[in-house]
């Protein structure tokens, strides 16, 4: 609620700054660079619900994007397949490693990161023989616009967020989330095989991320090897911002939502003040501290 | 119960159980040591100097984020921290004589002692876990990084870069090796007999307890912090001195690559265990993978995969580990 009057807020200080600037087609824009982060967010909201972080998420985009551009000459399904597997692969080894091993999900997914970014310089020096391109349906996906100003890229976004935040709300495995990042001893103890849902949990992650890739490509309809590697911080951010405790028990993902609108409304907020780099990096993480600071006290208020 | 069992068990001595990990990871260098120069039997003087070249900045962005970690935190702000004093030291020191450019490393260091602060303060005051704090402070010092210095330039002059570049005492024993122990042993050795290194583990392995034990608790949290900031600040004067320049972007590496330093020099992420010897090896450890890789012909782009696959490995096994001496 606090959060929507916030984005609302935001989008008046942009008209204010530039009259008629809030259009359909700002709109357009908007939700079209807000998806990736927002899908990418939605395996790191899961993750961190149950008390993890992945930090292998940009890593992950990058990789199934540039795996799937790689081999579009194969054919498009194959290509995104493939693209897909990457991000299923890596999940399932994060997954593995800390519901089996019990590594800290921190440093697993850390380490993931490494091995996916190595990997994926040594493939792409080594296999790819063609130059890389996005497939025509995945740029639509990505770029493509219906109804005049509606994103394509919508259209499977709101499916996924409908799915998460009614499977998270209304499922047992949601419920199973929640409770492991409050307690997981008591959860093992309530006879729950704690390990299982957070290898599920993991590969979900890694899948979400691997879709986000996919989109990201097509916005920008190019892959390269550092594609969404800008993405990982604020991935975390929108999550925080969006309220879900990093702790793991508390938070959902329609905050994560508006938490990665946010993030989006205020970095064109910044591009149109045309502030310098530096004073934009500097702005933006001061207001991301501000949020979160101020969402802190709002909570151990109530 | 150990007692009733007729045969006991081989017990190793309480100096390995207690040191067990550091002892594995000095061994694991050795080994890697003896490996590289059976690869490459001309590995010799001037190999081990750029290999103490590559460390010393890895070791000291992991010196600063153990301090933090064994208090219970995390610190992400370490590398954009380096950045910021490795531009700031190289854009003053830039036509400076080597009188000045020790007074200026100074200011910085205390400039760098002051930013930990901040930091610091903030994660007290504010009351956000610290993982988020120092997340949305590594964009604000990567701003202030640029606002410094917009590209890679500046300058130091040759002799301050010799500090660490040049081998004095012996060709085998380059002075970043020498410049690293001192340092680090100068902040260390008598921080950790002190009560605030006492403090500093305490309040990572039991808040709480810690509290109820007379500790106060944030404060010495945030002069974790602090002592994060002067590491970092001289990581970001190595940088200088090794690189002969500053890059506002030169600390991007160092933030995660720390992290991953000290879990294989066997500090826990949980808090309250480990110590600074075992990670100074993991640097080591890490450089020596991808100079490794070169000499075996191998695409360095390896590295990282190996890396990765080691640190994977690594906390794989410590889990495992943590899980066998609970059930025990």
């Known amino acids: 609620m606090v959060l929507s009057l916030l984005l609302l807020l935001l989008v008046g200080v942009l008209e204010a700054i530039r009259p008629g600037a809030v259009t359909p087609n700002w709109f357009r824009t908007t939700v079209l660079f807000a998806a990736p982060l927002g899908i990418l967010a939605a395996g790191q909201t899961l993750v961190m619900l149950t008390g993890g972080i992945d930090l292998s998420v940009a890593n992950v985009a990058t990789a199934a994007a540039y795996i799937m551009a790689s081999n579009a000459r194969h054919g498009d399904l194959q290509a995104v397949l493939l693209g897909l597997a990457v991000g299923v692969a890596v999940g399932l080894v994060n997954g593995l490693g800390i519901a089996v091993f019990q590594a800290q999900p921190l440093i697993m997914t850390l380490g993931m990161a490494l091995v996916v970014t190595g990997g994926l310089t040594v493939y792409s020096q080594f296999a790819v023989t063609s130059v890389p391109s996005v497939p025509g349906f995945i740029h639509t996906l990505g770029a493509g616009t219906v109804l005049g100003f509606v994103p394509v890229s919508l259209l499977l976004w709101a499916p996924i967020a409908v799915i998460i935040v009614v499977g998270l709300g209304r499922t047992g495995f949601g419920r199973l989330l929640y409770a492991i990042g409050d307690n997981a001893a008591a959860c093992r103890l309530a006879g729950v095989r704690v390990w299982q849902v957070r290898l599920v949990n993991y590969t979900l992650c890694g899948l979400l991320s691997a879709i986000a890739g996919l989109v990201l490509a097509g916005t920008i309809n190019t892959a390269d090897l550092g594609l969404a590697n800008t993405f990982l911080l604020p991935t975390v951010a929108a999550v925080v911002i969006g309220g879900t405790s990093i702790f793991g028990g508390s938070g959902n993902y329609s905050g994560t939502i508006i938490g990665a609108l946010i993030l989006t409304v205020l970095n064109s907020v910044l591009t149109l003040l045309d502030a310098p780099e530096p004073i934009k990096q500097i702005l933006y993480g001061a207001i991301i501290l501000l949020l979160a600071t101020a969402y802190t006290r709002v909570l151990s208020d109530t | ?328």
Request: proline content about 5%.
């Open chain 2, 1 to 328: 119960m150990v007692l009733g069992r007729v045969a006991l068990p081989f017990v190793p001595p309480r100096f390995v159980r207690r040191h067990g990990w550091t002892i594995g990871v000095y061994a694991l260098l050795l080994a890697s040591l003896i490996f590289t120069v059976a690869i490459h039997p001309t590995y010799g003087a001037f190999d081990i100097k750029s290999l103490a070249l590559g460390a010393l900045p890895l070791a000291l962005a992991a010196a600063a984020q153990t301090v933090v970690v064994l208090s219970g935190g995390i610190d992400l702000t370490v590398g954009p921290l380096m950045a910021v004093t490795n531009v700031l030291a190289a854009r003053a020191m830039l036509h400076s004589n080597f009188r000045d450019a020790l007074l200026i490393a100074v200011l910085v260091l205390i400039l760098g002692c002051a930013a930990g602060a901040f930091n610091g303060s903030i994660v007290v005051f504010s009351r956000v876990p610290d993982i988020v704090v120092t997340l949305a402070m590594s964009f604000v010092w990567g701003g202030v990084a640029l606002l410094i210095l917009e590209k890679p330039g500046g300058g130091a002059p040759l002799d301050f870069q010799n500090l660490a570049q040049e081998t004095t005492l012996s060709p085998w024993v380059p002075n970043a090796l020498i410049l690293l122990i001192v340092v680090v042993a100068a902040v260390w050795i008598p921080l950790r007999g002190s009560r605030l290194g006492l403090a500093l583990y305490a309040i990572g392995s039991d808040r709480t307890a810690a509290h109820a034990s007379g500790v106060n608790v944030p404060l010495v949290r945030m002069l974790a912090y602090t002592l994060s900031g002067v590491f970092a600040a001289i990581g970001g004067l190595a940088l200088t001195m090794t690189t002969g320049i500053g890059s506002p972007l030169s600390g991007s590496f160092y933030t995660l690559s720390g992290v991953a330093t000290i879990v294989l020099g066997g500090v826990s992420l949980a808090g309250g265990k480990g110590g600074m010897l075992g990670p100074m090896a993991a640097a080591f450890i890490l450089t020596l993978i991808p100079a490794d890789l070169i000499f075996l012909g191998i695409d360095p782009n390896y590295g990282q995969v190996i890396q990765g696959i080691v640190i994977v490995l690594v906390v794989m096994v410590g889990g495992l580990a943590t899980l066998r001496r609970k059930s025990a």
